[in-house]
């Protein structure tokens, strides 16, 4: 007998994903220069050329069973400790090799992450808007995931509604800055006061609340400001990062998990992570791209494109009339649509071949989002088009 879990899944597959779909069936019949498709947050800009000098010396170089033989379960030792030495050196913080975990992207470092500090019937609380497939990630751990409701005129924390929400079964909060989809960058002030009210409830409640940072977009942040390191204000937070953002390698599928030092259990759930990779099949991720990342740590991709899509979109909105909170970073524009029901505002820019995605799955309904990695010259052409949508069907 098929697994009915999965099967049910079918049901409620990822809107981002089948928007995409739509766009890539439209493309076939116009072209794809003439569809805007602003559905997935596929990176747009190259990947830099020092990581490709890396990845096709160690091809020349290296022995074959070094770069494409199974790595360690917990990593291979020198990318561990390169890895430490790179966010020591950029956030002051004190990691060894044994805090690192090597995974292929985020999403199975958070899924890691879950299975370590939840146990089955735990609670999981996020913060709305929120990415759709932590869902998924927090009930296949067994764990519940809640949402705290969100804060439109900022995306940022709506600190009284949380604390209403951390009860006793909290085991773990889970949040994502840079945000997609809203583009908000919490502020050390914000996780100085999160990091306070989990220290305070973990010493109510007698037992650990874990963070899990979800840090995919960290260095994609605006106006030359930085996203302060989560990790470097709370002692029990998993961060989870991968380099599909910052190195536009979403498809090498790369990235760790690093337990901050100062948590008592640190290394020991760098150790357990091993043991659920058993479980889970996301074991020993690419030897090849670990190395090859570990050359370009301190690099990244030229995010100008991205800021200056921002911007044209961001202007483009306001005129238009639509309520929009300035994205601080990511490349993601999160508007309110022109109708209560913004599936059905979203299906209305399809006759027009703009590609948006509804908010509901995001928890948030009555929003969209719009991903912005695209070309800045196709940005441009999409904005006669998206005030024609406006003017045509909503009079704006």
């Known amino acids: 007998m098929i697994a009915k879990k999965y099967k049910d899944m079918l049901e409620e597959k990822s809107v981002i994903r089948s928007l995409a779909e739509v766009a890539g069936q439209r493309a076939a019949v116009i072209g794809r220069e003439n569809v805007f498709d602003y559905s997935l947050g596929n990176p747009s800009v190259p990947v830099p ?53 090597p995974v292929s992207a985020v999403a199975a470092a958070i899924a890691h992450a879950l299975r370590a500090v939840t146990q089955p019937g735990d609670e999981v609380l996020t913060f709305a808007p929120y990415f759709p497939e932590y869902g998924p990630y927090v009930e296949l ?27 006793p079964k909290v085991a773990a909060v889970l949040i994502n800055t840079p945000n997609n989809p809203s583009g ?29 940072s979800d840090e995919p977009y960290r260095e994609i942040v605006f106006d030359g400001k930085e996203q302060p390191y989560v990790s470097s204000f709370y002692a029990n937070t998993i961060s989870c990062y991968s380099f599909s953002k910052s190195l536009s390698l979403p498809g090498e599928r790369i990235g760790y998990l690093a337990v901050n030092p100062a948590c008592p259990d640190a290394a020991l759930i760098v150790n357990m992570c091993g043991q659920i990779s058993r479980g889970i ?42 309520e929009v909170v300035k994205p601080q970073g990511t490349f993601y524009i999160f508007p309110k649509a022109l109708e209560e029901d913004s599936v059905a505002f979203c299906k209305k820019a399809l006759d027009y071949d703009l590609v948006l995605v509804p908010a509901d799955s ?35």
Do not use: W
Request: proline letters at 5%; a negative charge; hydrophobic letters at 40%.
């Open 49 to 101: 050329e020092a990581f490709t000098r890396a990845a096709i010396s160690l091809l020349k170089e290296k022995r074959p069973e070094e770069l494409h033989g199974y790595s360690p379960t917990l990593g291979i030792p020198s990318v561990k400790a390169q890895i430490a030495e790179s966010l020591n050196g950029r956030f002051g913080m004190q990691y060894g090799p044994e805090h690192i975990f």
């Open 141 to 167: 751990a067994g764990a519940e995931l809640k949402v705290v409701p969100p804060d439109t005129g900022s995306f940022q924390i709506d600190f009284e509604a949380f604390e209403a929400m951390l009860g």
């Open 184 to 212: 908000a960058v919490y502020s050390a002030s914000t996780l100085t006061r999160l990091a306070g009210i989990l220290t305070e409830k973990s010493a109510l409640y007698g037992h650990d609340i874990f963070l899990i």
């Open 281 to 322: 099949g996301h074991n020993c991720p690419s030897s090849l791209m670990q190395l090859a990342v570990a050359q370009t740590l301190d690099l990244t991709a030229d995010f100008s494109v991205y800021e200056k899509n921002r911007n044209l979109l961001y202007d483009c909105l306001k005129e238009i009339g639509f």
């Open 362 to 396: 995001f928890g948030c309904p009555g929003y969209f989002r719009m991903a912005y990695c695209i070309g800045t010259e196709k940005v441009e052409r999409s904005l006669p088009v998206l005030r024609r949508f406006a003017r045509e069907v909503y009079g704006k």
